[in-house]
């Protein structure tokens, strides 16, 4: 039920929203560590909509990897949030999204034991899909004028293929973003 709740309320604050004042569009590229200490990177699509100058609400597509220590992960996602700027370049945001979520593992069994949820399953050889929603807070600098921002991304995000609600994931998102359209 809460897994429904969260695809749903997902793709409600996706949907278009009216009265915006600028529109910005953005290619980003970043660090993606999960748990922090196991890399990956990111890229993505950020089209954001400006309904004062100081509050916007973005959205942001990312497709991404990283190396985990049994498996490794390819996953794309869709965010939705809202991002707060400041006078002094400084801004504040916050997402929640949904993604699909491609588990590769590289054991030589053919079973796996996760060490936190304690669940033992088989997989499949090849891409063991899951839903992957999260939570996504950052904050960042973005000079005036300027196309270029930098920011810092920490995030909760379970993958139900692996583990439950109970049982979420953390990562780490460093990076930079280019604004190659502004209207």
Known sequence: MKLHFLIILSLLLSLPFG???QNRMSLEVGYYG???SQPGATIGFEYDKSFTGDFSSPLRLNIGFFKGPEYNVLFLEVHKGFRKKMDSGLFLEQSIGVGAVANF???ESMWYSDPVSGSIFRYKEGANWGISPSV???AGYS?????????????VYWNFFIRGLQHPYGALQ???SYTFKSN
């Open 143 to 155: 000079p005036k004028n300027s196309p270029h921002s930098f920011w810092i991304r920490p995030k």
């Open 174 to 176: 460093i990076g930079y």
């Open 34 to 36: 999960n748990r922090i």
């Open 136 to 138: 996504t807070v950052g």
């Open 19 to 21: 009265g915006y004042s």
């Open 105 to 107: 593992f590289t054991l």
